[in-house]
């Protein structure tokens, strides 16, 4: 901690930039639950805020004890949630799980303010072909 202490007090660009990032993680939150039909509220509570999203994709609340197991709760499980979050607004090709990972905030932000995202649903514990069926076909 006193690393990072000295880290931002001599650079304290990165300081304003962490606020921003999380101002703009704590929107992108909000409106993906208020999305998904839960109250937007419920984002600014930490762990209730990972139970949320765990409903989201429709894992059971007990799954929230993954995030502490030390290596699979924070590099992997993330990654399968946001596979299935993207999933759960019927995107289905690797270019968008791509995006999803690797630009997290900015990609939840969109799903949540974009008029043409629409939420479709848990998809855990379901497979693929039965999901893309469900997901209305564009004429």
């Known amino acids: ?20 990032i999380g101002f703009i993680s704590f929107v992108a939150n909000w409106r ?3 999305k998904c039909g ?3 509220l419920l984002a600014i509570i930490p762990i209730i805020n990972m139970i949320v999203g765990l409903g989201i994709v429709g894992r059971p609340k007990s799954h929230f004890f993954f995030f502490l197991i030390p290596v699979y709760g924070q590099l992997v499980f993330p990654i ?16 968008d799980y791509i995006l999803a990972i690797v630009f997290n905030i900015f990609y939840v932000l ?3 303010l974009a008029y043409n995202e629409e939420y479709y649903g848990p998809v855990y514990g379901q497979n693929i072909e039965s999901l893309r069926a469900r997901k209305p076909q564009l004429a």
Request: proline share 4%.
């Open 1 to 20: 901690m006193d690393i990072l202490q000295s880290f931002l007090d001599e650079n304290p660009v990165f300081f304003f930039l962490f606020i921003f």
């Open 110 to 112: 969109n799903l949540g």
């Open 80 to 95: 399968i949630l946001t596979i299935e979050l993207v999933r759960s607004f019927g995107k289905y090709h690797w270019l």
């Open 38 to 40: 839960k109250p937007g």
């Open 32 to 34: 993906l639950f208020a």
